[in-house]
């Protein structure tokens, strides 16, 4: 019998096997993947956001001798370990391969998680943090890469914002859990939940994960652009991609700064302002509600008037909100704005990721999105530390409020010069200099 395969036979691939470098198309075995990834940022996501969910038990019921500005720094810990995470994770998957970077990065967040439940202290709860956020930087990347490499092409703009819609349904669900499981059981449960990420989902990982990368040995384009990349940044910050570099990366830094602000603060805020810990929570909830309905709205939005002018309307949108927050409106009122900053905040970075895909060509790509996202993750370790300065300065709960929405005002303007910038650059004859 002859038992050479059709070509019209699909692929099959074991976990842990190099896929060729073929045209993607859907099949159950990249369905099954794409889920366990999503599951895996959706876990990314409850990590990020958790912190915030236990931030008044940290202050008032540990005895560690936190405050609001300490407390602050503890919140940033996991962000710098994020910063981290992502600058490895490009090296690691091109050593390791997607699939074991993306399982390693999500053993590390989990295992490190489930041990702030037992940290004696504010410098190991600190020190914990800081390592699982390296896990969390270098899943989401690894996790997203993959996916594309096992999509269709015209399926991975749709697919990538699904993917990242996982971070604010993590912080949903962290918002959901707290509210029942913190009275009842203390602070130390909400990190025990990390137990089914080890325990569930990273053994799926380990069923259903394919490795995308090429067998040892044999370099092919994916190994040239990853070269193209390390010798790129040269690119970025030169013409004719200087001035729309440097506009994204701070675009991302400002809208990082007001999401993952809000992320952190947002329960202690609405407490502070009078709230008890069960509406506190649920303010959380509509916030990353908003941020998922964002998700999804502006990449619909995004495709239909591109991508940069719908970031300003979003992003606009977020400082509205958190600006009428400031007056004091009725709690119903409050809802709708925390789920319009949510719309606003992570739809504008999701649109900023949309527009810096699409500027570059495709050699810079990758090189673009890191460099944005990289000098963006400042942005998210200073946002936790300036809110709790802000409150130990006893300037109260507002102040918080006009930061997050100077920010996304700030945002709004940095991509009205984006789209400025784009017109003239589109228009200039070839051979002029477009910076």
Known sequence: MNHTPSAAAPERSTPGTAIPPATPRFSKQSVLAVLVCWLLVVFDGYDLIVYGTVQSALINDTGW??????????GSMAFAGMMIGAVLAGRMADTWGRR???LGCAMLFSVFTILCAFAPNAYVFGALRLVAGIGLGGLVPSANALVAELVPAKWRSTIATLMMSGVPIGGSLAALAGIPLIPAFGWPVMFLVAVLALAVVIPLGLRYLPETLPPAGVKTAGAAAAENRRAGFGSLLRAPYLGVSVLYAVATLVTLFAWYGLGTWLPNLMQLAGYNLGSALTFALALNLGAVVGSVATAWAGTRFGPVPTAVAAAAVAAVALLVLVAGPPVTVVYLMLVLAGVGTHGTQCLI??????????HLRGTALGWALGVGRIGAVAAPQAGGLLLAAGLGVNSNFLAFAGAAAVAALLLIAVGAKTIRTTSTPVGANNV
């Open 65 to 74: 001798g936190l405050t609001k500005a300490t407390a602050g720094t503890v």
């Open 100 to 102: 074991r970077t993306i």
């Open 353 to 362: 990721i949309a527009a810096v895909a699409s500027h570059y060509p495709a």
